[in-house]
């Protein structure tokens, strides 16, 4: 008798082919590296580094891991490689472990400017709670206030600076992050999850000459498997000839066991077809398919976090419709078949979980093969749930927002408009598999 997780992932499956994925740390992978990660690797245990390990038949998994080392190194230009962190999180965390002490200052962006818990959110996280937080901000126009950075950094005097994002829409100016750094002798570490399918294919600016270590995730805009690797530069070796070294012993036995060995086996994947022309080709087409879905929604009436983009994503600011309207519009957006997640904004007069925007990107519609006539009619859609649903504005109390989103997202499900949509969605996404290149 088939499991019912069987029933359950086809209906999963269902639900990614007629939907629209626009959330941009989402990706599909590859026929290859889902081969893989259903593979026999699952099964053997690895503890430890290859021709290192603590336990023995490892002979193949090793040259797995060395083969993935050794792409991501040629990939980037760097001269050392870790790829058994589980995924961004810890392997921020690792990194931290590895160059700080408990105390020690770490600086930031704001979580609700377009940071990322992990970069020192404090009180709620790990790394705002063993370690001291400084968190900079953007300006008015949604770009990083760089002189805030410096007089933070000068007051302050952190250990490491962290220059990365979850929710920012702009180019990330590595230099000047590596000028203010070398005024106090911080650490440069560089989170490029979000966008390092778009460095290795030239659409955005590498961090290696400036960064002294660097985070990725695997997924997203590079479009491998759910895990993370930790890359150290010329110049981090050269401030720290045993740096590689101390990245290794923060991921065991600091904080993990055994790698997953079909997740280093995607990446090693997923790092050779970065290197093809091809995989240049589908970067340069999320940008293109980026900037026509912004464009186009702007055309469509609708707000945008500092007025565009230059990455693979964007946070619609519903602000001209009221205050914490992200969670509602996320939810109708989902009913009409095309999903996102709330978001905050720079100017935040919600909460994070009744925020005023929604974040969205291309990198998943990209994979599935849409172009720029698919961008202008998806904006239009979200403009017409945007413009649909923002009439009915969430109260303030607290107990009656929970109330009445619950009561939304039911109405949502059976609302003629968003069904309307939704089998418009359907149609469109019949025309575009789930992996297209």
Not at 1 to 15: A, G, H, N, Y
Not at 19 to 31: A, D
Request: hydrophobic fraction near 40%.
């Amino acid at each position: 008798m088939p499991d019912q997780v069987f029933k359950l992932i086809t209906q999963e499956e269902k639900r990614q082919k007629e939907k629209i994925g626009l959330i941009p740390s989402e990706n599909v992978v590859s026929p290859e590296i889902s081969k893989v990660l259903a593979s026999c690797l699952s099964n053997k245990y690895s503890e430890g580094y290859a021709n290192r390990r603590y336990y023995e038949g490892n002979q193949i998994v090793d040259q797995i891991e060395l083969l993935a080392i050794e792409r991501v190194k040629k990939l980037f230009g760097v001269p050392y490689v870790n790829v058994q962190p589980y995924s961004g999180s810890p392997a921020n965390l690792a990194i931290y472990f590895a160059l700080l002490q408990p105390g020690d200052t770490i600086m930031g962006l704001k979580l609700s400017m377009g940071g990322h818990l992990t970069h020192g959110h404090p009180k709620v996280t790990a790394s705002g709670t063993f370690y001291q937080s400084v968190q900079y901000g953007v300006k008015a126009d949604a770009r990083i206030d760089f002189d805030e950075v410096e007089a933070l950094a000068l007051k302050h005097k952190p250990k490491i600076i962290v220059a990365g994002n979850t929710a920012y829409p702009f180019l990330l100016d590595f230099k000047k992050f590596r000028q203010i750094a070398d005024k106090v002798g911080a650490w440069l570490m560089a989170d490029i999850s979000h966008v390092a399918g778009l460095v290795v294919a030239g659409e955005h600016p590498s961090p290696v000459p400036y960064a002294d270590v660097i985070m990725s995730t695997t997924h997203k805009t590079f479009r491998g498997p759910r895990g993370a690797m930790i890359l150290v530069t010329p110049r981090g070796l050269k401030r720290d000839p045993d740096l590689g070294k101390k990245i290794d012993a923060a991921i065991i036995p600091g904080l993990q066991g055994g790698p997953h060995n079909a997740t280093t086996a995607g990446i090693a994947i997923a790092a050779a077809e970065a290197a093809t022309p091809a995989f240049k080709r589908y970067a340069k087409q999320i940008r293109k398919n980026a900037d026509a879905l912004a464009k186009a929604l702007q055309k469509q009436g609708l707000q945008l976090v500092g007025d565009g983009t230059e990455t693979h994503l964007m946070v619609i600011d519903l602000t001209q419709f009221g205050i914490g309207l992200g969670t509602q519009v996320a939810y109708a957006m989902d009913a009409a078949g095309i999903y996102a997640n709330r978001n905050t904004v720079p100017t935040e007069q919600g909460s994070p979980f009744y925020p005023s925007g929604v974040r969205i990107g291309t990198p998943l519609v990209t994979t599935r093969g849409m172009k720029e006539p698919q961008m202008r009619q998806i904006a239009k859609w979200i403009a017409q749930v945007a413009k649909h649903v923002t009439a009915q504005q969430l109260p303030k109390d607290r107990k009656e927002r929970t109330v009445f989103l619950k009561a939304f997202r039911k109405s949502a499900d059976k609302d003629p408009v968003l069904l309307k949509i939704k089998r418009e969605v359907k149609t469109m996404t019949a025309n575009f598999p789930l992996f297209a290149w």
